[in-house]
C-alpha cells in the first residue's frame, strides 16, 4: 500500500509559478514510477507529468512542455512538480498518481492522493 498527501496548490496569477509536492508512504515507495495529473472544472482527468523511479526518465503532456518540470527525492520519498508561466487553463485539481509500470503511471496508475486545487486567474 502507498499513501500520497499532495501540497502547495493554491491562488496565483496567470504567468506566475507554484510547485506542488507529493510526500509518499509506504512499502517500497522510491521503486514505482511517480506522476501528476489534474481534472479541471467540467473536464476529465487528464495526465500532466510522470517520472520513472529508476533513471529518472520524464514525460509530459503536449500543454504543459516546457513550463512543467516534474523531479523526486528518493531520499524524502517526495514528488514535485514545478509548474512555471501558468494560465487560466491550468486551473483543476491536482493528483499526485504512483504506478507499478512506466505504463501505468501514465494511463492507469495504482494509487492516487486525495488531490489539491490549483487556481490561476486571469
Known amino acids: 500500500q502507498v499513501q500520497l498527501v499532495e501540497s502547495g496548490g493554491g491562488l496565483v496569477q496567470a504567468g506566475g509559478s507554484l510547485r506542488l509536492s507529493c510526500a509518499a508512504s509506504?512499502?517500497?515507495?522510491?521503486?514505482?514510477?511517480m506522476g501528476w495529473f489534474r481534472q479541471g472544472p467540467g473536464k476529465e482527468r487528464e495526465f500532466v507529468a510522470g517520472?520513472?523511479?529508476?533513471?529518472?526518465?520524464?514525460d509530459y503532456a503536449d500543454s504543459v512542455k516546457g513550463r512543467f518540470t516534474i523531479s523526486r527525492d528518493n531520499a524524502k520519498s517526495t514528488v514535485y512538480l514545478q509548474m512555471n508561466s501558468l494560465k487560466p487553463e491550468d486551473t483543476a485539481v491536482y493528483y499526485c498518481?504512483?504506478?507499478?509500470?512506466?505504463?501505468?503511471?501514465?494511463?492507469?496508475?495504482?494509487?492516487w492522493g486525495q488531490g489539491i486545487q490549483v487556481t490561476v486567474s486571469s
Open positions: 509506504g512499502r517500497t515507495v522510491s521503486s514505482y514510477h
Open positions: 517520472i520513472a523511479w529508476s533513471d529518472n526518465n520524464t
Open positions: 498518481a504512483a504506478g507499478r509500470t512506466w505504463r501505468s503511471v501514465r494511463g492507469a496508475p495504482n494509487y
